[in-house]
């Protein structure tokens, strides 16, 4: 990076220095390093070596399976929680605070713990996987459990990025619709919703990046058979258990890339929306 | 949020008895409870049942064997680890987080986008991406990690490996909520005490440290819980070695598959009652300074 890039404009105050040297060494030992030795050795594998060994359909089988639940829980939460966001902005009821907080469990609480606990409710002999077994369905150790423990993991996140948008509109915009005739359905789909697009595009792109990576919470409730409940996470694992280095490489740059071209394109249509709506 | 009294004010007390003037930017009632019904009965199911089992099974044997397990070598072992990583991750992410915020926020210069989208990448990479990262880059195979084992200082599959990976995932945490917080304030009050001749460090401690403490703690609560908790990342770079680098995530992992539920979840919920501590600490940080934390919740 060029230091001269990163030159302060005249400035009176202090610190640039001590703070950008900070700033940098941090970034640079703690994640610029190691995202850069991952990269390299990709490269020193070569790009058909990385290809042959995402190219295999245990591979294929755990990133499609990967990004596929992953999108579906986000787009769970992006519905669940528009409507969490909306029913804490605007509504008031008791123990609307509490509520409030318990949102945000599924950040604060370990995936690890997630993940036993979920394991303990749906397993065929738990809370909810029996009542589940005796209408003849399995829902832990099936794509199902992963599905359920992705969702658990990205729940807070459209939550927390629409809240305050909802918090900032003004009333006026709703007045005006209704007193143009709208009714209080057609506001809220064709006034309301899209002012929200954008924070809720942002906070599903944040709840699909973290449920495509997502570990803890998953290997529990998966089953992990190849193939069919195998997520790519799991694979660099079981690559690194092995010693395949390269291997475990390649699949985490496969999930890189893949990853962001997703965000990517989230992003662009999150340009779009925001042009679209024009602020917010 | 809206006061009925307040939209329908012209109405006597015995009028608004018989008419029930609904505002026309509310739904109607029944609309209201279904919504407030499906959102409080979905959050029971998804977050609030798996909580509650954490303690069912931590305790389905009695409080004294959820004791017991957690007073063995092992289990205290892994607490012990797990305070030691938290005490060294989370100052070192403090100290970045304030570094990094004060240069954004006070200072112009290019790239300063790129910088922040730098800061943010650990939220976008999966922790079992990072720990790989950091094997590859520390591992005994690299350059760099074979001398460094060489010469007596291994990282991987010990104490630094599991700090670095708890850094990694909690990288952007202090300045996630710093940086809103240091750009609602401007840099007025800091150009008005150097003016008046304060030295640098002294402009910091007087001047922006009382105005961002309650942003700072926040966002080391935050940092704290995720320290304590990570799974991925430590999973792939502790080695998992009973006694020595199992981190207590770690420990709920071998427990768990050694069948030893009582265990597991008594490891479990301790970890468990820390993320109801931090999200009653951060309740209480939301409510009694919600002026100066209202920036944050805009990310």
Not at chain 1, 46 to 70: C, D, I, K, M, Q
Not at chain 1, 145 to 172: H, K, N, Y
Not at chain 1, 236 to 256: N, Q, S
Not at chain 2, 17 to 22: P, S, V
Request: net charge positive; proline share 5%; aromatic share 10%.
């Amino acid at each position: 990076m060029a230091l001269a890039m990163l030159r302060a404009q005249k400035s009176p105050m202090p610190g640039f220095g001590l703070g950008m040297g900070i700033t940098l060494t941090m970034l640079s030992l703690i994640v610029i390093l190691p995202v850069a030795a991952l990269l390299a050795k990709g490269i020193s594998y070569g790009p058909e070596g990385v290809w042959n060994t995402v190219n295999t359909p245990r591979v294929w089988a755990a990133l499609y399976l990967s990004f596929r639940l992953a999108f579906l829980a986000a787009l769970f939460n992006l519905v669940f929680g528009t409507l969490l966001a909306w029913v804490l902005a605007r509504y008031d009821f008791p123990g609307r605070r509490i509520v409030d907080a318990v949102v945000d469990l599924p950040f604060a609480l370990p995936t690890a713990v997630a993940g036993i606990a979920l394991t303990a409710l749906y397993a065929p002999n738990g809370a909810f996987g029996s009542i589940a077994k005796s209408m003849g369905q399995k829902i832990a150790y099936t794509e199902w459990g992963i599905l359920i423990a992705l969702i658990f993991v990205g729940l807070p996140f459209v939550t927390r990025t629409v809240q305050p948008v909802i918090a900032e509109i003004e009333s006026e915009v709703e007045e005006a619709s209704a007193t143009l005739g709208a009714g209080r359905f057609y506001t809220m789909h064709r006034v309301i919703l899209p002012m929200l697009l954008p924070a809720a595009l942002t906070g599903f792109a944040l709840s699909l990046a973290r449920a495509v990576g997502e570990y803890g919470s998953v290997i529990f409730i998966a089953g992990n058979l190849p193939m069919k409940t195998e997520i790519a996470p799991l694979l660099i694992v079981i690559k690194l258990e092995e010693f395949d280095y390269g291997g475990a490489a390649a699949i985490g740059i496969a999930m890189l890339l893949i990853s962001f071209s997703m965000l990517l394109v989230i992003n662009l249509i999150q340009i779009w929306s925001r042009r679209r709506i024009g602020h917010v | 949020m809206f006061d009925s009294t307040l939209n329908e004010p012209f109405l006597a007390p015995t009028e608004r008895a018989t008419h029930k003037w609904r505002p026309v930017t509310e739904e109607s009632p029944l609309v209201r409870a279904l919504l407030i019904a499906v959102a409080l009965g979905g959050l029971a199911f998804l977050v609030l049942a798996p909580l509650a089992v954490v303690f069912a099974e931590a305790f389905a044997k009695g409080a004294l064997e959820a004791v017991k397990s957690l007073a063995k070598p092992e289990a205290l072992s892994a607490i012990k680890l797990t305070l030691l990583v938290a005490a060294i991750a989370v100052p070192v992410n403090a100290i970045f987080g304030i570094a990094a915020a004060w240069v954004i926020t006070k200072f112009d210069f290019r790239g300063k986008a790129f910088l922040i989208t730098l800061i943010d990448l650990p939220f976008s990479v999966s922790p079992v991406v990072a720990g790989l990262a950091l094997v590859l880059l520390f591992g005994s195979n690299s350059l760099l990690g074979g001398w460094l084992v060489a010469s007596g200082f291994p990282i991987i599959f010990a104490l630094p490996g599991i700090v670095l990976a708890s850094v990694f995932v909690t990288f952007p945490f202090v300045a996630r909520e710093l940086i809103p917080v240091m750009i609602e304030q401007g840099r007025s009050e800091e150009e008005a005490a150097l003016t008046l001749g304060a030295s640098g460090w002294r402009v910091f401690l007087t001047v922006t440290l009382p105005n961002i403490k309650w942003a700072l703690l926040y966002g080391v609560l935050l940092c704290n819980a995720r320290a304590m908790g990570e799974f991925g990342a430590v999973a792939v770079v502790s080695g998992k070695i009973r006694g020595q680098t199992a981190t207590m995530p770690i420990t709920i992992e071998m427990l768990y598959n050694e069948y030893l539920s009582v265990a597991a979840f008594s490891m479990a919920g301790v970890l468990a009652a820390l993320a109801l501590l931090t999200l009653l600490l951060k309740t209480v940080l939301e409510w009694r300074h919600a002026d100066q934390l209202a920036a944050t919740r805009r990310h």
